[in-house]
């Protein structure tokens, strides 16, 4: 069965660097790409970016070009995602999703606050 | 950046009867050499990652109730509930995959009335 579980919530202060992991399991990890995608609180979702495991290939929402870097890790089949210079408006639930987003990470809370 | 617009923000609807959610996009999402329409459907709980009902537009995913169902081409979308049932209640949100940065809609809240 196809599973991604990430890291646990984590608290930083603004300014900051966060570094989030999805496990994947259950399939080859390098046959699929990994999206991120976060959700502020009560709003809606929006795509930061994706990362193929088998090219190492990323591809960023200009958004966040600059601030997010997605790594992979084939030998733990993990993908990471680190989001640098963190500010309040941060403060999300990020969530991690495979190819097609039929299957998703439960989620991490990251909330920044000094 | 493809901007997708959904509509209504919320929406009411009694038990058993229909729902529907309409979607548009700033572009059309119909790819011409395969004629399918990068377009998906999402449902989202409180607490609850995002939940895929619906791809290529209108193919429901594996074990979504038949009640779902999607329709639609090129910039316009309709998701729609036959017969809402109360575990209906959520967010549901349009997905566009026809290009990077991908997008989603607003969302539009379902609820009983």
């Known amino acids: 069965q196809v599973h991604l579980v990430q890291s646990g919530a984590e608290v930083k202060k603004p300014g900051a660097s966060v570094k989030v992991s999805c496990k994947a399991s259950?399939?080859?990890?390098?046959?699929?790409?990994i999206h991120w995608v976060r959700q502020a609180p009560g709003l809606g979702l929006q795509w930061m970016g994706m990362?193929?495991?088998?090219?190492?290939?990323?591809n960023y929402a200009q958004k966040f070009q600059g601030r997010v870097t997605l790594t992979t890790d084939t030998s733990t089949t993990t993908v990471y995602m680190e989001l640098s210079s963190l500010r309040s408006d941060d403060t999300a639930v990020y969530f991690c999703?495979?190819?097609?987003?039929?299957?998703w990470g439960q989620g991490t809370t990251v909330i920044v606050s000094s | 950046d493809i901007v997708m617009t959904q509509s209504p923000d919320s929406l009411a609807v009694s038990l058993g009867e229909r729902a529907t959610i309409n979607c548009k996009s700033g572009?059309?999402?119909?790819?011409?050499?395969?004629?399918?329409?990068?377009l998906a459907w999402f449902q989202q709980k409180p607490g609850q990652p995002p939940k895929l009902l619906i791809y290529?537009?209108?193919i429901r995913e594996s074990g979504v109730p038949d009640r779902f169902s999607g329709s639609g081409s090129g910039t316009d979308f309709t998701l729609t509930i036959s017969s809402l049932q109360a575990e209906d209640v959520a967010v549901y949100y349009c997905?566009?995959?026809?290009?990077?940065?991908?997008?989603f809609g607003q969302g539009t809240k379902v609820e009983i009335k």
């Open positions: 999703a495979r190819q097609t987003m039929a299957v």
């Open positions: 290529w537009a209108s």
């Open positions: 572009q059309s999402l119909l790819y011409s050499s395969n004629n399918k329409n990068y």
């Open positions: 990362i193929n495991p088998g090219l190492n290939s990323t």
């Open positions: 997905h566009q995959y026809y290009t990077t940065p991908r997008t």
């Open positions: 259950g399939y080859t990890f390098t046959s699929y790409h």
